[in-house]
Protein backbone atom coordinates (compact mmCIF):
# COMPACT_ATOMS: atom_id res chain seq x y z
CA UNK A 1 0.00 0.00 0.00
CA UNK A 2 1.71 3.20 -1.15
CA UNK A 3 1.60 6.16 1.74
CA UNK A 4 2.48 9.03 2.37
CA UNK A 5 5.05 11.16 4.79
CA UNK A 6 3.54 13.58 7.31
CA UNK A 7 5.43 16.36 8.59
CA UNK A 8 7.51 14.61 12.15
CA UNK A 9 7.99 11.46 9.75
CA UNK A 10 4.92 9.52 10.13
CA UNK A 11 3.33 7.67 7.12
CA UNK A 12 -0.16 7.65 6.06
CA UNK A 13 -1.66 5.25 3.80
CA UNK A 14 -2.60 7.06 0.40
CA UNK A 15 -6.32 5.13 0.48
CA UNK A 16 -8.42 4.30 2.86
CA UNK A 17 -11.81 3.27 3.63
CA UNK A 18 -14.79 5.98 4.35
CA UNK A 19 -17.13 5.21 6.40
CA UNK A 20 -19.84 8.29 5.83
CA UNK A 21 -23.31 7.16 5.26
CA UNK A 22 -22.29 3.21 6.03
CA UNK A 23 -25.79 2.00 7.68
CA UNK A 24 -25.57 0.17 10.92
CA UNK A 25 -25.89 -3.20 10.13
CA UNK A 26 -23.35 -2.86 6.73
CA UNK A 27 -20.59 -0.87 8.54
CA UNK A 28 -19.00 -3.82 10.66
CA UNK A 29 -18.96 -6.54 7.83
CA UNK A 30 -17.01 -3.48 5.29
CA UNK A 31 -14.56 -2.35 7.84
CA UNK A 32 -13.85 -6.87 8.43
CA UNK A 33 -13.96 -7.12 4.81
CA UNK A 34 -11.33 -4.09 3.64
CA UNK A 35 -8.88 -5.40 6.97
CA UNK A 36 -9.09 -9.15 5.11
CA UNK A 37 -8.55 -7.65 1.28
CA UNK A 38 -5.42 -4.95 2.41
CA UNK A 39 -6.95 -1.66 3.83
CA UNK A 40 -4.96 -0.39 6.60
CA UNK A 41 -7.06 2.76 6.90
CA UNK A 42 -9.97 4.14 8.19
CA UNK A 43 -11.34 7.03 8.39
CA UNK A 44 -14.17 7.78 10.92
CA UNK A 45 -16.23 10.15 12.76
CA UNK A 46 -18.72 10.19 15.51
CA UNK A 47 -21.28 12.50 13.23
CA UNK A 48 -21.20 9.08 11.08
CA UNK A 49 -23.18 7.45 14.19
CA UNK A 50 -21.20 4.29 13.45
CA UNK A 51 -18.52 4.57 15.55
CA UNK A 52 -19.24 1.35 18.00
CA UNK A 53 -19.91 -0.78 14.90
CA UNK A 54 -16.79 -0.02 13.50
CA UNK A 55 -15.15 -0.11 16.69
CA UNK A 56 -16.10 -4.10 17.18
CA UNK A 57 -14.81 -5.03 13.64
CA UNK A 58 -11.54 -3.29 14.45
CA UNK A 59 -11.77 -4.87 17.69
CA UNK A 60 -12.57 -8.48 16.47
CA UNK A 61 -10.00 -8.28 13.56
CA UNK A 62 -6.85 -7.16 15.56
CA UNK A 63 -8.20 -10.56 18.15
CA UNK A 64 -7.98 -12.63 15.01
CA UNK A 65 -4.78 -11.78 13.70
CA UNK A 66 -2.55 -11.59 12.03
CA UNK A 67 -2.89 -7.73 11.99
CA UNK A 68 -1.90 -5.90 15.12
CA UNK A 69 -2.75 -1.65 15.93
CA UNK A 70 0.17 -0.36 14.71
CA UNK A 71 -0.19 -2.02 11.06
CA UNK A 72 -3.57 0.13 11.39
CA UNK A 73 -4.27 4.02 10.13
CA UNK A 74 -7.41 5.65 12.19
CA UNK A 75 -8.41 8.81 11.42
CA UNK A 76 -11.50 10.03 13.80
CA UNK A 77 -13.24 13.57 14.28
CA UNK A 78 -13.91 15.98 16.68
CA UNK A 79 -18.12 17.37 15.92
CA UNK A 80 -19.18 20.96 16.54
CA UNK A 81 -20.47 20.35 20.26
CA UNK A 82 -17.13 19.57 21.46
CA UNK A 83 -14.98 22.32 20.84
CA UNK A 84 -14.68 23.97 23.98
CA UNK A 85 -11.49 23.37 25.43
CA UNK A 86 -12.39 21.65 28.58
CA UNK A 87 -14.90 18.60 25.77
CA UNK A 88 -11.89 18.17 23.63
CA UNK A 89 -10.37 15.28 25.23
CA UNK A 90 -13.47 14.38 26.80
CA UNK A 91 -14.74 13.64 22.84
CA UNK A 92 -11.94 12.16 22.22
CA UNK A 93 -11.82 9.67 24.94
CA UNK A 94 -15.54 8.76 24.29
CA UNK A 95 -14.38 8.02 19.86
CA UNK A 96 -11.74 6.07 21.28
CA UNK A 97 -13.74 3.79 24.02
CA UNK A 98 -16.35 3.90 20.59
CA UNK A 99 -13.66 2.50 18.89
CA UNK A 100 -11.70 -0.16 21.02
CA UNK A 101 -8.79 1.93 20.55
CA UNK A 102 -6.08 3.85 23.07
CA UNK A 103 -4.69 6.01 20.57
CA UNK A 104 -5.58 7.78 16.88
CA UNK A 105 -3.57 8.03 14.82
CA UNK A 106 -5.04 11.54 13.27
CA UNK A 107 -7.63 13.51 15.45
CA UNK A 108 -9.54 16.23 13.29
CA UNK A 109 -11.52 19.17 13.86
CA UNK A 110 -14.99 18.40 11.46
CA UNK A 111 -15.84 21.51 10.87
CA UNK A 112 -15.04 25.53 11.49
CA UNK A 113 -18.96 25.33 13.02
CA UNK A 114 -20.39 25.86 16.62
CA UNK A 115 -22.71 23.70 18.11
CA UNK A 116 -24.06 24.28 21.84
CA UNK A 117 -23.13 21.44 24.10
CA UNK A 118 -25.14 18.42 23.65
CA UNK A 119 -26.46 19.07 20.33
CA UNK A 120 -25.86 16.55 17.86
CA UNK A 121 -27.46 18.33 15.06
CA UNK A 122 -29.06 21.75 15.64
CA UNK A 123 -33.39 22.27 15.53
CA UNK A 124 -32.91 26.39 15.61
CA UNK A 125 -30.77 29.22 15.67
CA UNK A 126 -30.30 29.12 19.39
CA UNK A 127 -28.51 25.64 19.09
CA UNK A 128 -25.28 27.02 17.24
CA UNK A 129 -22.75 29.72 18.69
CA UNK A 130 -20.62 31.72 16.84
CA UNK A 131 -17.57 30.62 15.56
CA UNK A 132 -15.92 34.01 17.66
CA UNK A 133 -17.44 32.56 20.94
CA UNK A 134 -14.53 29.87 21.07
CA UNK A 135 -11.73 30.83 19.27
CA UNK A 136 -10.42 27.83 17.21
CA UNK A 137 -6.82 28.02 18.25
CA UNK A 138 -8.49 27.70 21.66
CA UNK A 139 -9.73 23.86 20.41
CA UNK A 140 -6.30 23.50 19.00
CA UNK A 141 -4.41 23.96 21.83
CA UNK A 142 -6.60 21.41 23.33
CA UNK A 143 -6.10 19.03 20.26
CA UNK A 144 -2.23 19.63 20.66
CA UNK A 145 -2.32 18.60 24.42
CA UNK A 146 -4.09 15.41 23.02
CA UNK A 147 -1.16 14.54 21.01
CA UNK A 148 0.62 15.03 24.09
CA UNK A 149 -0.71 12.68 26.45
CA UNK A 150 -0.46 9.91 23.14
CA UNK A 151 -4.33 10.30 22.57
CA UNK A 152 -3.84 10.63 19.06
CA UNK A 153 -0.62 10.80 17.41
CA UNK A 154 -1.28 13.61 14.73
CA UNK A 155 -3.84 16.45 14.54
CA UNK A 156 -5.35 18.36 11.91
CA UNK A 157 -8.61 19.72 10.50
CA UNK A 158 -11.94 19.75 7.80
CA UNK A 159 -13.37 21.40 5.96
CA UNK A 160 -10.93 25.10 6.41
CA UNK A 161 -10.82 27.76 3.85
CA UNK A 162 -7.16 29.24 2.91
CA UNK A 163 -7.82 31.82 5.43
CA UNK A 164 -8.52 29.46 8.24
CA UNK A 165 -5.72 27.08 7.92
CA UNK A 166 -3.27 30.11 7.35
CA UNK A 167 -4.12 31.72 10.15
CA UNK A 168 -4.67 28.45 12.53
CA UNK A 169 -0.80 27.32 10.96
CA UNK A 170 0.89 30.80 11.76
CA UNK A 171 -0.43 30.16 16.14
CA UNK A 172 -0.10 26.84 15.69
CA UNK A 173 2.43 24.84 18.23
CA UNK A 174 1.87 21.37 16.45
CA UNK A 175 1.09 22.36 12.48
CA UNK A 176 -2.24 20.72 11.53
CA UNK A 177 -0.90 17.35 9.79
CA UNK A 178 -3.61 17.09 7.35
CA UNK A 179 -6.71 18.83 5.93
CA UNK A 180 -9.52 16.17 4.75
CA UNK A 181 -11.66 18.69 2.18
CA UNK A 182 -14.22 17.64 -0.60
CA UNK A 183 -12.26 17.32 -3.73
CA UNK A 184 -13.25 15.32 -7.14
CA UNK A 185 -12.97 16.56 -10.93
CA UNK A 186 -15.66 19.35 -10.10
CA UNK A 187 -14.30 21.12 -7.50
CA UNK A 188 -10.68 20.20 -7.66
CA UNK A 189 -9.68 23.50 -4.87
CA UNK A 190 -6.06 23.95 -7.24
CA UNK A 191 -5.28 26.86 -4.74
CA UNK A 192 -5.74 24.77 -1.71
CA UNK A 193 -3.50 22.22 -2.75
CA UNK A 194 -0.77 24.68 -3.66
CA UNK A 195 -1.11 26.39 -0.19
CA UNK A 196 -1.00 22.81 1.48
CA UNK A 197 1.51 21.95 -0.14
CA UNK A 198 3.62 24.42 0.50
CA UNK A 199 2.80 24.19 4.03
CA UNK A 200 4.15 20.52 3.90
CA UNK A 201 -0.21 19.11 4.98
CA UNK A 202 -1.45 16.31 2.92
CA UNK A 203 -4.97 16.91 1.70
CA UNK A 204 -7.52 13.67 1.94
CA UNK A 205 -10.29 13.85 -0.62
CA UNK A 206 -14.01 12.97 0.45
CA UNK A 207 -16.71 12.98 -1.69
CA UNK A 208 -14.32 11.71 -4.43
CA UNK A 209 -16.99 9.54 -5.87
CA UNK A 210 -19.54 12.01 -6.13
CA UNK A 211 -21.55 10.86 -2.71
CA UNK A 212 -24.89 9.26 -5.41
CA UNK A 213 -25.90 7.76 -2.16
CA UNK A 214 -26.96 10.97 -0.21
CA UNK A 215 -30.72 11.58 0.57
CA UNK A 216 -32.71 12.78 -3.17
CA UNK A 217 -33.15 15.95 -0.19
CA UNK A 218 -29.42 16.86 -0.30
CA UNK A 219 -28.91 16.50 -4.03
CA UNK A 220 -29.63 19.23 -6.61
CA UNK A 221 -31.21 18.91 -10.39
CA UNK A 222 -28.26 20.14 -11.76
CA UNK A 223 -25.35 18.11 -9.89
CA UNK A 224 -22.84 16.32 -11.77
CA UNK A 225 -23.03 12.52 -12.02
CA UNK A 226 -18.99 11.64 -11.63
CA UNK A 227 -19.13 8.29 -12.54
CA UNK A 228 -20.91 8.90 -15.90
CA UNK A 229 -19.33 11.87 -17.10
CA UNK A 230 -17.53 11.31 -20.59
CA UNK A 231 -14.22 12.63 -20.01
CA UNK A 232 -14.09 9.87 -17.05
CA UNK A 233 -15.99 6.95 -18.89
CA UNK A 234 -13.84 7.53 -21.83
CA UNK A 235 -10.35 7.28 -19.97
CA UNK A 236 -11.60 4.04 -17.86
CA UNK A 237 -12.71 2.58 -21.62
CA UNK A 238 -9.23 2.88 -22.70
CA UNK A 239 -7.54 1.72 -19.50
CA UNK A 240 -9.70 -1.47 -19.05
CA UNK A 241 -10.46 0.47 -15.81
CA UNK A 242 -13.81 1.21 -13.80
CA UNK A 243 -15.01 5.04 -13.71
CA UNK A 244 -14.47 4.67 -10.11
CA UNK A 245 -11.17 3.11 -10.24
CA UNK A 246 -10.37 6.42 -12.94
CA UNK A 247 -11.66 8.89 -9.82
CA UNK A 248 -9.57 7.43 -7.07
CA UNK A 249 -6.49 7.20 -9.62
CA UNK A 250 -6.73 11.03 -10.62
CA UNK A 251 -6.75 11.67 -6.33
CA UNK A 252 -3.69 10.23 -5.86
CA UNK A 253 -2.23 11.50 -9.18
CA UNK A 254 -2.07 14.71 -7.38
CA UNK A 255 -0.27 13.41 -4.36
CA UNK A 256 -3.67 13.24 -2.18
CA UNK A 257 -5.53 10.81 0.00
CA UNK A 258 -8.38 8.76 -1.12
CA UNK A 259 -11.06 6.98 0.73
CA UNK A 260 -14.05 6.08 -0.73
CA UNK A 261 -16.24 4.86 0.67
CA UNK A 262 -18.49 1.33 0.12
CA UNK A 263 -19.99 -1.60 1.96
CA UNK A 264 -19.93 -4.15 -1.51
CA UNK A 265 -17.41 -6.42 -1.32
CA UNK A 266 -16.57 -6.20 -4.78
CA UNK A 267 -16.22 -2.37 -5.04
CA UNK A 268 -13.52 -3.01 -1.79
CA UNK A 269 -11.49 -4.84 -4.12
CA UNK A 270 -12.03 -2.40 -7.31
CA UNK A 271 -11.28 0.73 -5.07
CA UNK A 272 -8.39 -1.08 -3.71
CA UNK A 273 -6.97 -1.88 -7.03
CA UNK A 274 -7.07 1.53 -8.32
CA UNK A 275 -3.99 2.40 -6.33
CA UNK A 276 -2.15 0.29 -9.23
CA UNK A 277 -4.44 2.07 -12.15
CA UNK A 278 -1.69 5.46 -13.67
CA UNK A 279 -3.23 7.89 -15.91
CA UNK A 280 -1.18 9.38 -18.88
CA UNK A 281 -0.41 12.99 -18.71
CA UNK A 282 -3.48 13.66 -21.71
CA UNK A 283 -5.60 12.00 -19.22
CA UNK A 284 -4.97 14.23 -16.31
CA UNK A 285 -5.20 17.34 -18.46
CA UNK A 286 -8.54 16.15 -19.59
CA UNK A 287 -9.64 15.58 -16.13
CA UNK A 288 -8.60 19.01 -14.87
CA UNK A 289 -11.13 20.44 -17.72
CA UNK A 290 -13.74 19.83 -15.75
CA UNK A 291 -13.31 21.62 -12.98
CA UNK A 292 -16.35 24.02 -12.54
CA UNK A 293 -15.80 24.91 -8.27
CA UNK A 294 -19.09 22.64 -7.35
CA UNK A 295 -19.78 21.66 -4.29
CA UNK A 296 -21.55 18.13 -3.42
CA UNK A 297 -21.55 19.17 0.04
CA UNK A 298 -21.91 22.67 0.30
CA UNK A 299 -22.90 23.27 4.56
CA UNK A 300 -25.51 25.04 3.62
CA UNK A 301 -27.11 22.46 6.29
CA UNK A 302 -25.21 24.96 8.59
CA UNK A 303 -26.97 28.14 7.19
CA UNK A 304 -30.75 28.34 8.33
CA UNK A 305 -32.42 29.23 10.73
CA UNK A 306 -30.79 32.10 12.78
CA UNK A 307 -27.69 30.43 12.26
CA UNK A 308 -24.54 32.98 12.82
CA UNK A 309 -22.78 30.49 9.44
CA UNK A 310 -23.25 31.32 5.82
CA UNK A 311 -21.61 29.48 3.02
CA UNK A 312 -19.62 33.13 2.39
CA UNK A 313 -18.21 32.97 5.92
CA UNK A 314 -17.49 28.83 5.55
CA UNK A 315 -15.77 28.96 2.35
CA UNK A 316 -14.76 32.34 1.88
CA UNK A 317 -14.71 32.06 -2.03
CA UNK A 318 -17.17 32.45 -4.74
CA UNK A 319 -19.00 28.66 -5.00
CA UNK A 320 -21.81 26.99 -6.67
CA UNK A 321 -24.61 25.83 -4.46
CA UNK A 322 -24.29 21.76 -4.64
CA UNK A 323 -26.09 19.71 -1.87
CA UNK A 324 -26.35 19.52 1.96
CA UNK A 325 -24.21 17.70 4.32
CA UNK A 326 -22.48 16.68 7.02
CA UNK A 327 -19.58 15.22 6.12
Known amino acids: MHSYTLQGGGRMPALGLGTWKSAPGEVY ?3 REALAVGYRHIDCAPAYQNE ?3 GRALAEALAAGPLSRADLWLTS ?11 VRLALERTLHDLRTDYLDLFLIHWPVLFRPGVAFPRSGNDYLPLESIPLLDT ?5 DCVAVGLTRYIG ?7 KLDALCAQAA ?10 HPCLQQPAMLDFCQNRGILLTAYSLLGSADRPAGMKKKDEPNLLSDPVITTIAAKKGATPGQVLIAWALARGTVAIPKTVRPERLRENLAAADLRLDASDLA ?8 YRLVDGAFFTGGGSPYTLASLWDEEHRTGGQGLH
Not at 157 to 163: E, G, P, S, Y
Not at 174 to 183: C, R
Not at 286 to 293: C, F, K, P, V
Open 77 to 87: KLWNDAHGPDQ
Open 52 to 54: PEV
Open 29 to 31: AAV
Open 140 to 144: WRAME
Open 174 to 183: IQPAVQQIEL
Open 286 to 293: AISELDRG
Open 157 to 163: VCNFNIA
